[in-house]
Nanobody, 128 residues
């Protein structure tokens, strides 16, 4: 059974930073694109970022988050990261990591149905 696990969430003041980490047991992690999503109660899960396999170069960040959020990966450690800077109260959400079946992020990268394996999420709370 494939495992995906997020960590690094917590409580932070507005303007602060957090780095979320995600590890996966996928044997071919290096060949998978990886996404980050977030969700608040009562709203749909929204795409935050997608990073393609190393060497592909295709990375997507939600337009409204560009300049504050970045994503990266370390295939040797089977890890993907979400660096979040200048956090705002509106960034408060449960953040999820997910693996795609494709090596390259597609134009549908922000659709949850694109992804195959999901973690349980890590809570990020930004206080004003």
């Amino acid at each position: 059974q494939v495992q995906v696990e997020e960590s690094g969430g917590g409580l932070v003041q507005a303007g602060g930073s957090l780095r979320l980490s995600c590890t996966s047991s996928l044997s071919n992690f290096y060949a998978r694109s990886m996404g980050w999503f977030r969700q608040v109660p009562g709203k749909e899960r929204e795409g935050v970022s997608c990073i393609s396999r190393t060497g592909d170069g295709k990375v997507y960040i939600k337009d409204s988050l560009k300049g504050r959020f970045t994503t990266s990966r370390d295939d040797a450690k089977k890890m993907v990261y979400l660096q979040m800077d200048n956090l705002k109260p509106d960034d408060t959400a449960m953040y999820y990591c997910a693996s795609d079946i494709w090596p390259r992020c597609t134009d549908h990268w922000d659709e949850p149905s694109t992804y195959q394996h999901w973690g349980q999420g890590t809570q990020v709370t930004v206080s004003s």
